[in-house]
């Protein structure tokens, strides 16, 4: 930072944007460069992770939600796509759902490289998603590779990615949430490809927009 010559020597400028302050995670960060094929992902959970996190939606802080109750870990990285909101356009595109689930759109991130901490933002490009109703609202999980990954950056559609990968994902979806004596809430109907998925971000991009206001 160079110091502003008309304002003295202690005084400086910043590049911008520039936050003084750590802005919210769901309401401060961007959307992403180029939406609804590449976005930006806020990592709540990595694949070692055997608790689950969520960020709180009124601090922004990072909260314990619960321990996982399975032997189940992520099989992928776990978070939200910024200034997203399962609303009703997201909720119109699984017509077996009640609407949405008012919460930022999810997203799984495929990477090579052990990323063993959480809080952080990646370049994620889009490659498809599984349709999940989660008590009869939509819950979409969008599945997307590290965009300056290795070995998945080439990586263009869900039907590209190993078979393995998909099913694990719909496992843990599946069995996240099982509680003793209670019956599954989370109903995993099926993986869809880009296309798909881009319409579904673009979905939630206006859905958060409306709901929140634009800005």
Request: proline residues 8%; hydrophobic residues 35%.
């Amino acid at each position: 930072m160079k110091p502003d010559p008309s304002k003295g020597s202690s005084a400086m400028t910043f590049p911008k944007p520039f936050y003084r302050w750590r802005p919210h995670p769901w309401h401060g960060l961007d959307v992403g460069d180029d939406p609804p094929k590449v976005v930006n992902a806020y990592i709540e959970i990595t694949p070692f992770d055997v608790v689950k996190y969520e960020v709180d939606k009124t601090t922004g802080y990072t909260r314990v939600d619960r321990p996982q109750r399975t032997s189940s870990q992520p099989p992928a990285l776990y978070g939200f796509i910024p200034r997203t909101f399962s609303g009703v356009r997201v909720g119109a595109l699984m017509p077996a759902a009640d609407g949405g689930d008012a919460d930022p759109l999810d997203i799984c991130v495929l990477s090579e490289r052990p990323i063993n901490r959480s809080e952080v933002i990646v370049s994620a490009k889009v490659v498809g998603g599984l349709e999940v109703i989660d008590g009869g609202e939509a819950d979409d999980k969008i599945i997307a590779v590290l965009e300056s990954d290795h070995l998945w950056a080439n990586v263009e559609d869900v039907a590209e990615l190993p078979e393995i990968l998909v099913e694990r994902l719909r496992h843990y979806f599946s069995t996240y949430k099982l509680v003793e004596g209670k019956g599954a809430t989370i109903e995993v109907r099926g993986s869809y490809d880009h296309e798909h998925a881009q319409a579904v971000i673009a979905a939630a991009i206006e859905d958060y927009e409306e709901h929140f206001g634009g800005g």
